[in-house]
């Protein structure tokens, strides 16, 4: 089951810091590419991270030098280290992880308070 499933959100303060998480039974080894996304009430879905099989990085320019995108190939765990928290990154966060197609993970919610 190659299905991802998110983990981690919750409520933080402005400032504050989460950690979300990625897992899936599939093989990071032969995913074609990963990526965070999120949706704010009202907005369209859009990138927050990407990470290419090949290891290059992309980062919306508002999370730039706030977020970490990574991975474990051992255990087939995405990651997003969220530093520096504003109330404007509250949204559902989504992970989508790519072998030919792309598969969405069910989405976990971060709220940040001011």
């Known amino acids: 089951q190659v299905q991802p499933v998110e983990s981690g959100g919750g409520l933080v303060q402005a400032g504050g810091s989460l950690r979300l998480s990625c897992a899936t039974s599939?093989?990071?080894?032969?995913?074609?590419?990963m990526g965070w996304y999120r949706q704010a009430p009202g907005k369209q879905r859009e990138l927050v991270a990407d990470?290419?099989?090949?290891?290059?990085?992309t980062y919306a320019d508002s999370v730039k030098g706030r977020f970490t995108i990574s991975r474990d190939n051992d255990n087939n765990i995405m990651y997003l280290q969220m530093n520096s928290l504003k109330p404007e990154d509250t949204a559902v966060y989504y992970c989508?992880?790519?072998?030919?197609?792309?598969?969405w993970g069910q989405g976990t919610q971060v709220t940040v308070s001011s």
């Open positions: 990470l290419t099989y090949g290891g290059r990085t």
């Open positions: 989508k992880l790519v072998w030919g197609i792309a598969y």
């Open positions: 599939g093989s990071f080894f032969t995913a074609n590419s």
